[in-house]
C-alpha cells in the first residue's frame, strides 16, 4: 500500500479521532489465511477490522459489535461483516436479531456507494449503498479503533472507486456515469426528476405536505406559484443525497424531498396539481390530448396478479373485530376508582383501540395515552403534577426568552433552529379555523412550545415536520404547558424518525419490508422486481403518522388508537401494510414501477377509509404472530426507551 493513495482517499484531518484511540487492530492475513464461507473458501483476506460496531438503537448497551472483513476471490472483492457471539453486553439481543443485521459475502460488484462520515465529536462511521437492493443503505458501520482510511485505500487496490465530484466524502464504486445522476441514483429516486419540475397535489382538508417542507429561501413557494416552469436552478441529486445523509436537517430534508417533491404529480404528465390518479388514467385518448408529444405515457396494460396467499379478506373477517363508538364520558368514568385512578388500563386501551374517543373528552383521555399522567395517578396527585409541570416548562421557556439580541447573534444554532420554527408555524395547519388568520395566538403557541422543546431537548433541536405532530395535540390541549409536555412523551417515541443519520426512519422501514415479505411473499417479490424494496413510498406515512393521508379529525381517531400500542406498538407498519395490500391488485396488475408508484400512493390522500384498514391492521398483526415481532428489530420506534440504559451520544464515554 503506498502513502499516496492513503492520502488521495482523505486527509489526515478525518483521521483524528482514531489515532486518539491508538494503533490499529487491522491486520493482514499471508495467502494461507482463508475465509470460513463454504462459497468463499479460496479467498484471501486483504483487510480485516475488529470492534467495527453498528447500532440497532440510539442506546450504548444495545450496540452490536463485530468483526470487519474484505475477501479476494480472483478478480472479485466481497465484504462481509460477522456479530461477536456471546457479548455480555448485548444480553436483550437474540441471535435472531443480530442476524439480522449480519452482512454475508456482499460482493463490490452489488455496491453503488460508500460514504465516510467524520463527526466533530465521536467515531468514524461509513454507510454503504447497495446498487441491487434499489438503493438501500446498510446500517453505518462504526469504526471505535480507527481504520476507515486503510478500508477504503484496500477496496482501491482491487476495484474502481473515485471520489464524487459532488462531495468529498462520498465514493462511488465502480462508476462510469455521471456523479450527480449515480449519486441520485443512490436513493433509488427516478434520474429524471432531475429535470421536472413537481407540481403540487391535493391534500384531504388542508394545505399539501409539499406548503411545508420548503428550502430555507423559500424557493419551492415560488415554483409552486409558478409550477409549469422546468426546474434549473434547484438540485434534488445534492438536495437528496448529499443534506439526507449527513447534513443537521438530514431527515427532514428526506422528508422534504422524498414526501413532497417526489410524492406529487409530475408535469410530464401533463395534468393540473389537483388531478386525481383515477382521472389521469380514465382515457388514453384525454391523455394523448393533454400530453405533449415527447411526453408520451403509456398506459400499463392489467396483468395477471398472483392471489394473496393469506386470503385476505376472509382473513380480515376472522380476526379483524367490527369497529365500536367512541368512548364517551359516562363509560368513562367507569374506568375510574373514586380516587380518579384507571383500573385497569389495559382495558381502557383496548376499548379506544376498537372505538377512539368522543371529541369533548380527549383532552382528557390523550394526558393518559401520552403519559403526561400515570394511569394509578389520584384526582389530587394530578392536580399537583399540573402546577409542577407549568413551572418546569415555564422555566425551560425563560432560557430563550432571555437571549438578548447580542446574545443571538453568537448562537448559531439558536438562530438556525429558530428561523426554521418561525417558518413552518406559519406553513401548519394554517386552513384549520383553530390556527387560520393574521396574529393567531395558537400560532405563535405553536411557535413556543417547539422552540421550548429545541432548549429541552438541545441534541434532537427541532426537525422540519415536528410542527406537524404538535398541531393536532395543541388543537386538543388548548393550554400550552400541557401541550408541550404531552409533545414531550410523544417525541420519546417518535423523535429517533429525526434522527441526523436516519437511524429510526431506517429501521422502520428495514421492518417494513420484512413484514410484507412475510404476510405477502408475492407483493414483496414485486417490490424487488421493480427497485421498491426501499420502501420510500411510505417514508411519509411514518414520518408523520399518516397525519397527510385522512381528514384531520380521522387523524385524530388513528393517532388515539395507535398510541393504546395494541396490539402491537408497531401497528403503523401494519396500517401500512393494511393500505398496500387494499392497493395490490393496482399496483401489481398495472405493472407499477418506483415513480409511478410514488404517484399512486401520494393519490391515496383522502380516499382511504380508517375503520376497514384498522381492522385489517390488527387481522394482520395477529397473523404474524411471533414471526412479525421478530421480523422488528429491536428499539424500533415507536418502542419505548429502556429504563436501565443511557441514551447514546456520539461523545458517550462508555464508548
Request: hydrophobic residues 35%.
Amino acid at each position: 500500500m503506498h502513502e499516496s493513495d492513503i492520502h488521495d482517499l482523505s486527509d489526515d484531518a478525518d483521521y483524528a479521532v482514531a489515532s486518539k484511540q491508538g494503533s490499529s487492530s487491522m491486520t493482514r492475513a499471508d495467502d494461507s489465511k482463508r475465509s470460513s464461507y463454504s462459497d468463499l473458501e479460496d479467498a484471501e483476506i486483504v483487510y480485516l477490522k475488529d470492534n467495527v460496531t453498528i447500532h440497532p438503537t440510539q442506546y450504548a448497551a444495545e450496540r452490536i459489535s463485530g468483526r470487519l472483513k474484505l475477501l479476494k476471490q480472483g478478480s472479485s472483492l466481497f465484504m462481509t461483516w460477522m456479530p461477536y457471539t456471546g457479548q455480555s453486553s448485548n444480553a436483550r439481543l437474540s441471535g435472531r436479531d443480530k442476524n439480522l443485521y449480519t452482512i454475508r459475502a456482499l460482493s463490490f460488484s452489488d455496491i453503488q456507494s460508500i460514504r465516510r462520515h467524520t463527526p466533530t465529536i465521536g467515531w468514524q462511521y461509513v454507510i454503504v449503498v447497495s446498487s441491487v437492493c434499489a438503493g438501500l443503505a446498510f446500517p453505518p458501520l462504526y469504526f471505535y479503533s480507527g481504520g476507515v482510511r486503510e478500508f477504503l485505500a484496500t477496496i482501491k487496490q482491487h476495484v474502481l472507486i473515485v471520489r464524487s465530484s459532488e462531495d468529498a466524502n462520498l465514493f462511488l464504486v465502480n462508476n462510469f456515469q455521471d456523479p450527480l445522476q449515480k449519486t441520485l441514483s443512490s436513493l433509488a429516486l427516478p434520474g429524471s426528476l432531475a429535470n421536472r419540475t413537481p407540481s403540487s397535489s391535493s391534500s384531504p382538508s388542508y394545505g399539501n405536505l409539499e406548503d411545508k417542507y420548503t428550502s430555507a429561501d423559500g424557493h419551492l413557494s415560488s415554483m409552486q406559484q409558478n409550477n409549469k416552469q422546468r426546474q434549473k436552478s434547484h438540485d434534488p441529486a445534492r438536495d437528496i443525497s448529499i443534506q439526507v445523509l449527513e447534513k443537521f436537517s438530514l431527515v427532514t430534508r428526506f422528508a422534504r424531498e422524498t414526501t413532497s417533491q417526489l410524492f406529487r404529480e409530475s408535469l410530464v404528465d401533463g395534468h393540473g396539481p389537483n388531478e386525481k390518479r383515477r382521472t389521469n388514467w380514465a382515457s388514453k385518448e384525454h391523455q394523448s390530448q393533454e400530453m405533449t408529444s415527447n411526453d408520451v405515457e403509456i398506459v400499463p396494460k392489467k396483468v395477471p396478479v398472483p392471489s394473496d396467499p393469506l386470503e385476505f379478506d376472509k382473513l380480515s373477517l376472522v380476526w379483524g373485530q367490527p369497529r365500536q363508538r367512541p368512548l364517551g364520558l359516562q363509560e368513562w368514568s367507569t374506568f375510574l376508582d373514586s380516587e380518579g385512578r384507571i383500573v385497569d388500563p389495559n382495558a381502557l386501551k383496548k376499548r379506544i383501540f376498537y372505538g377512539g374517543v368522543e371529541h369533548n373528552l380527549r383532552k382528557k383521555v390523550w394526558t393518559f395515552l401520552l403519559g403526561y399522567y400515570s394511569y394509578d395517578s389520584t384526582y389530587a396527585e394530578r392536580e399537583y403534577a399540573v402546577l409542577v409541570k407549568k413551572s418546569e416548562y415555564e422555566t425551560i421557556k425563560n432560557q430563550w426568552q432571555s437571549i438578548s439580541p447580542e446574545q443571538a447573534k453568537r448562537f448559531t444554532k439558536f438562530k438556525e433552529r429558530k428561523g426554521l420554527i418561525d417558518k413552518d408555524v406559519v406553513r401548519t395547519d394554517r386552513s384549520l379555523p383553530f390556527y387560520e388568520g393574521d396574529d393567531n395566538p395558537n400560532v405563535r403557541l405553536m411557535h413556543d412550545i417547539l422552540l421550548t422543546y429545541s432548549f429541552y431537548n438541545f441534541d434532537l433541536g427541532y426537525c422540519q415536520g415536528m410542527s406537524d405532530l404538535l398541531s393536532p395535540i395543541l388543537f386538543i390541549m388548548k393550554d400550552e404547558s400541557e401541550a408541550f409536555w404531552c409533545f414531550v412523551s410523544l417525541l420519546e417515541r417518535l423523535g429517533p424518525n429525526f434522527n441526523r443519520d436516519q437511524s429510526g426512519m431506517h429501521s422502520q422501514l428495514f421492518a417494513l419490508s420484512k413484514l410484507v415479505e412475510l404476510l405477502d411473499s408475492p407483493l414483496h417479490n414485486y417490490f424487488k422486481q421493480n427497485d421498491c424494496l426501499n420502501y420510500f413510498f411510505c417514508f411519509r406515512w411514518i414520518l408523520i403518522q399518516f397525519k397527510r393521508e385522512f381528514e384531520y379529525e380521522k387523524t385524530l381517531r388513528l393517532w388515539e388508537v395507535l398510541w393504546t400500542h395494541y396490539p402491537s406498538e408497531h401497528l403503523h407498519l401494519y396500517v401500512c401494510i393494511a393500505i398496500l395490500k387494499r392497493h395490490r391488485a393496482e399496483i401489481m396488475g398495472e405493472q407499477m414501477d418506483f415513480d409511478t408508484l410514488l404517484k399512486f400512493i401520494n393519490e391515496l390522500s383522502g380516499q382511504i377509509d380508517l375503520d376497514p384498514i384498522l381492522r385489517d391492521a390488527e387481522a394482520l398483526c395477529v397473523c404474524a404472530g411471533e414471526n412479525g415481532a421478530a421480523s422488528i428489530p429491536p428499539g424500533t420506534p415507536p418502542s419505548l426507551p429502556i429504563q436501565d440504559s443511557s441514551i447514546y451520544y456520539q461523545d458517550d464515554s462508555l464508548l
